[in-house]
């Protein structure tokens, strides 16, 4: 019980991760390996900051503010300097790694002894619901700091996936959509392009960020090396996501972001629990992510039926 | 106001400057359009027709030379920037429209061309049914299709769309690049219509890139005819001294025998002095 409560929360708090990966593959057709710096600056930043004893809701907002700005370079590297956007994510990503070892002053920095979310949506919980220190869920026990995290998790990425809905059907995030769709037809309706892309940026590697630090408190450590293979870890959540819930329209795409992180984590503990090496994890996630871009296209050349009009 | 909506003034570009390939493609072209006229551009291939557009849209930044609309010098003002006055028709049916993006959501960014977008809703009921009615008044069952991608619309419909797009907020300057080369007969009929009332109905000043003599005769006030980057032939008020396709095509001939007079002028003078 204790794991699925586990795999629950770690899959809402990588769905934020999805949802940021969403906003540059799906909406700008890019793969923005910036994702991978920002996730651990995201878990840099609030590790640096918690144990220096700021409290859990400012040290996570900074780090939204450090990813957003960490994309925000990347933004200016493709718009301003034509950079490619794979080079711009590297090169930002490539630096990050430095920034995020200074931020944190060393590879490895324990949260053990911080005040992270996770005590917080404890205290919050036994204040106000009463929730006892622990809880009988089907015959197993399980931490009351463990539920409340869930709680949280589940409401904060809901929250943040209705948000982003909003947001994108706002004028601005439709003249967003429009300038990753077409571009050239969207600086005829007089739409800043270049400002969409950074703006866009911006708003990716904040929920990737925001991804990181939540993940960070939640293990009760920060890494340098939690932000490698974030954006291939995001893209096996969105694309499993797109399998089970479709891509028909931007609804399911947000929740299939969301869905499929949750998935992919049932997924991934399950295998664990039956035997993977956990040290395979990566590998098995990159065979994932490979095999759902390419196998409808080997299934149209052996003359199966695929849906229409898919593109890797 | 003065009458003219857009000024010229010895606009130049050249692609390959300072090399071998060098083409100018604009040679100190002078042109003013009277406000509420329809011009059409005629021109050979690699004539200069489509640098004339792509300098007054923005999206060739020009060497030399100044473009004034309604007074204003906009030459060094960006594309986006250029887009709230000057609105524009591609050839490509799929260039002018988001394909991913619906119907009304398409629509609703061409309303937004000349404001601030900010965090209001796209789409509210209010909003839609107007564009709901704005839509059924092309007569082709489109107010239907509103929640429909408009990708999966044919691109004679995508290309009327983008004529209402680049009309229903009133441009300054409508720009039309040979919007109709791409469509089968009957869709650049109906999209030649649908133009035509469009730029009657809002008295718009009009510059339309064409290799249709038939279009540019039966839309025209003016007619100008392009070659090597500067303006030919400029002729006007073609409508009332019923300029007809034959007149244009003896003009193009004319062009032809002064290339090669040219030419033979070059040779020449290459072997006098070579």
Sequence with gaps: MNLLVGALTIGLILALLGLGVFVTYRIYRTLDLTADGAFGLGAAVAAALLVRGFPALLATGLAIVAGMLAGALTGVLTTRLRVSPLLAGVLTSTSLYSVSLFVMGSGNVSLVSADGFVSVAERLAHRWFGLPESVTLFGAIVGGGSIASLGLMLLLAVATALLLALFLNTEIGTAMRAAGNNPQMARALAIDVNGMVVLGLCLANGLVALSGALMAQYEGFANIQMGIGALVTGLANLLLGEALLGRRTLGRLIAGAVVGAVAFRLVVGAAIRAGLDPNALKLVTAALVLGVLVLPRLLRRSGLPTEAGERV | ?274
């Design chain 2, 1 to 274: 106001m003065s009458s003219v909506a857009l000024r010229l003034e010895a606009v130049s570009h050249a692609f390959h400057a300072g090399t071998l390939n060098e083409v100018r493609a604009l040679d100190a072209v002078e042109l003013e359009l009277e406000r509420g006229t329809f011009t059409a551009v005629l021109g050979t291939n690699g004539s200069g027709k489509s640098s004339l557009l792509n300098a007054i849209a923005g999206s060739l930044a020009v060497a030399e030379g100044h473009i004034l609309l309604d007074g204003r010098e906009i030459t060094h003002w960006p594309e986006a920037r250029r887009a709230r006055l000057i609105s524009r028709v591609f050839q490509n049916p799929f260039t002018g429209t988001a394909a991913e993006l619906t119907v009304a959501e398409n629509l609703a960014l061409a309303e937004g061309r000349n404001g601030r977008r900010w965090l209001r809703r796209t789409l509210d009921r209010e909003r839609r049914a107007a564009l709901e009615n704005t839509v059924a008044e092309l007569g082709m069952g489109l107010e239907d299709r509103l929640d429909s991608p408009i990708g999966v619309l044919s691109g004679g419909q995508r290309q009327a769309l983008t004529v209402l797009m680049a009309t229903m907020v009133r441009p300054s300057l409508l720009l039309l690049d040979e919007h109709t080369a791409a469509l089968d007969p009957r869709s650049a009929e109906q999209v030649i219509r649908l133009t035509h009332r469009a730029v009657t109905a809002g008295n718009l000043t009009t510059l339309m890139v064409t290799h249709s003599l038939t279009e540019a005769v039966r839309l025209g006030d003016r007619v100008l005819v392009m070659h090597r980057g500067r303006v030919a032939y400029d002729l006007r008020e073609t409508r009332r001294r019923r300029v007809r396709e034959h007149d244009l095509l003896q003009l193009f001939d004319q062009l032809r025998w002064a290339d090669r007079l040219d030419e033979s002028a070059a040779e020449m003078l290459r072997r006098a002095y070579l």
